[in-house]
């Protein structure tokens, strides 16, 4: 069975920094290409990062560029998210999302809350 | 970047209705669309991709079509685990863009 789950959210300051984790499990991780989804809450869905199965590819939206970092692991089945220079607009659910036909499986999500 | 715009934003209906959702694009994206869809505290669901395609699972009371720049979710009969928030995404070139969603609610 295909598993996504994310970890390392929480309540970080104003300008801090938090890392995100993705593991993988039921399928050949280093074969798919993944991604970052968040949903701000109430708000709709926002992509905002995407890296190729071998790591070398990496897209992101404008929104975080400069200030976010896709990369992965495919020795130990994850994904990351290097969040940096946090504003409150960055508050979300942040979901990992493997790419395939589709955005096929997603992880539960992981909640990122900026405040002071 | 592709802008995607979805219509109605919330439309109501009633079990057994057939609700259709259209998604317009801001430039041609040939086939490249999918449609998710999401209730409340849960991670979306892909129902359909490349614009006509059902996913694996999906009840095929669902259904989506259309290309370049215009594309339609019908749902045929609605039943009362469809009422949910439905988006689409394209899929043709970076940055991905969803649309706005629609969120079909019970009349």
């Known amino acids: 069975e295909v598993q996504l789950v994310e970890s390392g959210g929480g309540l970080v300051q104003p300008g801090g920094s938090l890392r995100l984790s993705c593991a993988a499990s039921?399928?050949?991780?280093?074969?798919?290409?993944m991604n970052w989804v968040r949903q701000a809450p109430g708000q709709g869905l926002e992509w905002i990062s995407y890296?190729?199965?071998?790591?070398?590819?990496?897209y992101d939206a404008d929104s975080v560029k400069g200030r976010f970092t896709i990369s992965r692991d495919n020795a130990k089945n994850s994904l990351f998210l290097q969040m940096s220079s946090l504003r409150a607009d960055d508050t979300a659910v942040y979901y990992c999302?493997?790419?395939?036909?589709?955005?096929?499986?997603w992880g539960q999500g992981t909640l990122v809350t900026v405040s002071s | 970047a592709i802008q995607m715009t979805q219509s109605p934003s919330s439309p109501s209906a009633s079990v057994g209705d057939r609700v259709t959702i259209t998604c317009r694009a801001s430039?041609?994206?040939?086939?490249?669309l999918d449609w998710y869809q999401q209730t409340p505290g849960k991670a979306p669901k892909l129902l359909i991709y490349a614009a006509s395609i059902l996913q694996s699972g999906v009840p095929s009371r669902f259904s989506g079509s259309g290309s370049g720049t215009d594309f339609t979710l019908t749902i045929s009969s609605l039943q009362p685990e469809d009422f949910a928030t439905y988006y689409c995404?394209?899929?043709?070139?970076?940055?991905?863009?969803f649309g706005q969603g629609t969120k079909v609610e019970i009349k």
């Open positions: 430039q041609d994206i040939g086939s490249n």
């Open positions: 999302a493997r790419s395939w036909f589709g955005f096929d499986y």
């Open positions: 995404l394209q899929d043709y070139n970076y940055p991905r863009t």
């Open positions: 890296i190729s199965s071998s790591g070398v590819t990496v």
């Open positions: 039921g399928f050949t991780f280093s074969s798919y290409d």
